[in-house]
């Protein structure tokens, strides 16, 4: 396993990466000395904030240059393998503009490790893992004394039943808060330097809030977590055998007897980091159909996705559990044309409040009278409003058949 980055392999992994995304790549050692660049200018030099990602162990971005020690405009991300931290990252560039290859980057570094690896005779942990998960998953069992070996070893009981969790991370996650409150640092260290906690120190004040910050940044909602942190999630839980799955996605098996008390935890873990992340559960199945589990967690994500909205606003709900969709299931298959063609047959001509008020009769059992109390209406007008919207659509919300078609519209929405 390899514990250490040769200057050989970091220069090999930043002009890889450049390659890629055209900008200027900085591997920084966890002491934050760049030891390779694409500009070699900079090789050699202290990186601070590079020292301070290695220490934190989170995600950090830069959105001026020059306010840290050898630091310039970007984002720096440690590096860890097999949950060894093995140094940072760091992109140059403005962060709105660098932050989608952040990803690509840690991947690609991960693949060139991997790379330096493959001549050990023995499988690493990440690869029994995904080879195990693979063979699940898609009934490949030509090497079944191998793989019962390492059921053994992820403590897999291949005789009980077990469901499969999906973890998916949104790509266009961020850390915009984390940058936000680095330059409000910024900002609080010029315009009041006399409410520095050791003005004699301003870089240790600074160095203080800071860290502060990155860990807060790391517990409250819409944080970004690193495939390292994921993993860490799982150990905590007792989960043993999960992997990855490009390009996003992290497949988790876990025993059915115990998910009950387990459901708790994943849910308070998805609202946690909700806006970055949604946990889907699969049915529970025997061990060798665990492809239907994942078939069906990928149809409780569906259902996730489609009730996300399109906005950076959090997510109301980002955890399901096939076992309770019902209607769900039908709605999420449904694609978004068909969506588009069956709103512009039913409520595409309706009004914001007309939608509303179909929703609260729905929602009350079309009750005309609760439905009256609810919105303080007088009846007779709900049941002018209610023909106003029949006469507009076409569909009349007081016969059965068309308000469940103005049900379903709504929705699909």
């Known amino acids: 396993m390899i514990t250490h980055i040769s200057h050989t392999l970091a220069q ?52 001026e240059s020059d306010n840290f020690t050898g630091t310039r405009q ?78 053994r070893e992820f403590q897999i009981d291949p005789d009980t039943p077990k469901r499969l969790i999906l973890l998916h991370t949104y790509p266009a996650a961020s850390s915009q808060n984390l940058s936000v409150k680095i330059d409000h640092r910024i900002l609080e260290s010029h315009e009041t330097p006399a409410s520095r906690t050791d003005t004699e120190n301003p870089n240790l004040s600074r160095e203080s809030s800071l860290q502060a910050e990155t860990h807060d940044s790391d517990s409250g909602i819409g944080s970004v977590l690193s495939e390292h942190q994921i993993q860490n999630f799982f150990k905590t839980i007792g989960i043993m055998l999960y992997t990855f799955r ?49 078939t069906t967690a990928e149809t409780a994500l569906r259902n996730l996705n489609f009730h996300r909205p399109l906005t950076d606003h959090v997510c109301a709900e980002n955890y399901a559990v096939f076992d309770d969709l019902t209607l769900e299931i039908v709605l999420s298959s449904v694609s978004p044309d068909d969506r588009e063609e069956f709103s512009v047959k039913t409520i595409h001509q309706l009004s914001l409040d007309e939608k509303e008020l179909l929703r609260t009769y729905f929602s009350l059992e079309m009750s005309l009278a609760d439905t009256a109390e609810k919105l303080f209406l007088h009846k007779n007008t709900l049941q002018y409003k209610l023909n106003h919207i029949y006469k507009k659509c076409g569909l009349n919300p007081r016969k059965f058949r068309d308000a469940v078609l103005l049900y379903l519209a709504l929705e699909l929405e």
């Open 246 to 294: 490009y390009p996003g996605d992290y497949l988790a098996v876990t025993d059915s007897s115990g998910f009950s008390a387990l459901s708790g935890t994943l849910r308070d873990f998805a609202k946690k980091h909700a806006g970055t992340l949604a946990v889907a559960v699969g049915r529970s199945v025997p061990l060798y159909q665990l492809g239907l589990s994942l």
């Open 12 to 63: 090999q992994i930043v002009n890889t990466i450049k390659d890629v995304c055209s900008y200027d790549i900085n591997f920084i050692n966890p002491s934050g000395t760049i030891i390779a660049s694409t500009n070699a200018a900079r090789i050699g030099a202290f990186h601070e904030i590079g020292r301070k990602a290695a220490v934190t162990g989170t995600t950090i971005e830069v959105a």
């Open 74 to 151: 970007g984002i720096n991300m440690p590096l860890y393998h097999e949950d060894r931290l093995l140094a940072v990252i760091g992109i140059t560039g403005s962060p709105e503009k660098v932050r989608k290859y952040a990803f690509l980057a840690q991947r690609i570094t991960s693949l060139l490790i991997r790379e330096q690896e493959l001549g050990q005779y023995s499988r690493h942990q990440a690869d029994k893992k995904q080879f195990v998960i693979s063979s699940l998953l898609h009934g490949d069992t030509q090497n079944p004394e191998y793989l019962l070996k390492c059921l």
